[in-house]
Every structure is written in C-alpha cells, then in structure tokens.
C-alpha cells in the first residue's frame, strides 16, 4: 500500500506547476510600485537568460528588492522543484511565507516538498497541510494530501474524513477527487 500512495514524479510536478500558477494571482495593487517594476523586469529577465545560474541569481535578487512578489518565487520554486533540490524549494517558499502568510499555495507548495523527498517526510508535510486547509478548509487538494498521509500513518478514520471531502469535489478539482476516490478504494470496505 506504500507505494500505490506515492504520486508519480511527473504528477507531483504537474501539482506543483499547478500551484505555482495559482500563487501569481496578484494580492495587492502594483501599478506604481517601484520595487514591483524592478522585481518584475529581473524576472522577465532571468526567464529569457540562457544561463541558469545567472538566471537564478536575478529571481533571488528579485525576492529581495520586492519580497511579496510571487512571479520570482514561483520561477525559483520550478526551478530547484526541476533538479529535485527540495529542500531549496521549501526555502524559497518559507521566505514567501514571511510576507504572505495568508495564502494556502505557498503552504501547499510547502507541503508538496516536503512529500518529494525520499522518503517523504510526511509529518513535515502535515503541518503546511493543515495550515493551508485552516486557511481554506474547501481546498480539495489539502483534504487530498491530509488524507494520504493520515492513510499513510494508518489514521483510517482522518483518512477517509478527508479523503471524502476531496472526492466530493470533482467539479472543482477532478483530478484530485479521481485521486482520493482510488487512495479510497486501495482501502477497501469499512
């Protein structure tokens, strides 16, 4: 049962690119802001830099001359995601975290570290988790992980608590009700 929970290295990057795109919904204005435009012109740099290193050092330099705009972390975070460095990853968005701590992607994209490593660090992982379901208790996805790692630990009645909610989303998130109604069907009958 192990193995049949672990999502493939090709979902957990598509999960992750997934979040990534919903942390650049922009959460304040930024039409004059000066750091804004700086941090956006080194990301559109670093994005079209043929030289990944460099690239790399203009996305940090971002984070730092506008340390709220999600554009930089989320281009760090495929980044390190993309050579497996997760720990980087979990970097990268702890220091999003300091200035937008009210978003439940970047405790997700938190959360999804955590449970790339090998093993997964499933208590690590629980605890951005919880926070991004505390944050947004009809996010389908923290449902989906909490029940997988509580499965995981052998919780069978959290598991399934929040394996549920998960499946009764599939209009809102097929993929990851799809997921939970397998992770329900492994299983089997209560």
Not at 54 to 72: C, G, H, N, R
Not at 151 to 162: D, I, P, T, V, Y
């Amino acid at each position: 049962m192990r193995a049949a929970m672990r999502p493939s290295r090709f979902s957990k990057l598509i999960v992750a690119m997934l979040l990534a795109i919903a942390t650049l919904m922009p959460l304040r204005a930024r039409g004059q802001d000066a750091n804004a435009d700086k941090a956006r012109a080194l990301v559109d740099a670093a994005i079209n830099m043929t030289d990944s290193n460099q690239a790399v050092k203009l996305l940090w330099q971002a984070t730092d001359i506008d340390p709220a705009f999600e554009e930089s972390y989320v281009y760090l975070g495929l980044y390190y995601n993309s050579r497996s460095d997760f720990a980087k990853v979990i970097e990268v968005y702890q220091k999003l975290l300091k200035y937008e701590p009210r978003q439940p992607t970047v405790y997700l994209n938190i959360g999804e570290a955590y449970m790339s490593f090998v093993p997964p660090r499933y208590d690590d992982a629980l605890a951005y988790y919880r926070k991004a379901y505390e944050i947004d208790p009809t996010s389908s996805f923290a449902a989906l992980r909490m029940g997988e790692i509580f499965a995981q630990q052998g919780n069978r009645s959290e598991a399934l608590k929040f394996l549920k909610q998960a499946s009764s989303d599939g209009a809102r998130n097929p993929t990851a009700a799809a997921e939970a109604d397998k992770l329900i069907a492994q299983m089997g009958p209560s």
